[in-house]
């Protein structure tokens, strides 16, 4: 059993937007105190943080996408989102959902649970 599943993935041309899903397994049990957080990775690159969804709640962002990725989470339906626009090639990556028990710095080995990951391709 996979305890997070990506979806929302696909090829859009630059300045497009798409909006990527997380749900989580009703076995793990994640509520409000769980941070959750977007990372990708590009080919030949090393994984990065995109943004999170803190227990404060908070969200934070990396630099690279502020203005133009939105995250946001329903409790309800164990979903966490992440709403990308105006799209570059640059956002060309496969991207990860996490997820960690109380707050966690954004970083790789922060996080204790993984999705399988949804590709992104972005055109000039």
């Known amino acids: 059993q996979v305890p997070l599943v990506e979806s929302g993935g696909g090829s859009v041309e630059a300045g497009g937007s798409l909006r990527l899903s997380c749900v989580g397994s009703?076995?793990?049990?994640?509520?409000?105190?769980?941070?959750m957080a977007w990372f990708r990775q590009a080919p030949g690159k090393e994984r990065e943080g995109v943004g999170m969804?803190?227990?404060?709640?908070?969200?934070t962002y990396a630099d690279s996408v502020k203005g133009r990725f939105t995250i946001s989470r329903d409790y309800v339906k164990r979903t966490l989102y992440l709403q990308m626009n105006n799209l570059q090639p640059e956002d060309t990556a496969k991207y990860y959902c996490?997820?960690?028990?109380?707050?966690?710095?954004?970083?790789?080995?922060?996080?204790?649970?993984w999705g399988q990951g949804t590709q992104v391709t972005v055109s000039s």
């Open positions: 996490a997820a960690k028990k109380g707050w966690a710095p954004l970083l790789q080995a922060s996080f204790d649970y």
């Open positions: 009703r076995n793990l049990n994640i509520d409000s105190n769980y941070t």
């Open positions: 969804f803190t227990s404060e709640p908070k969200t």
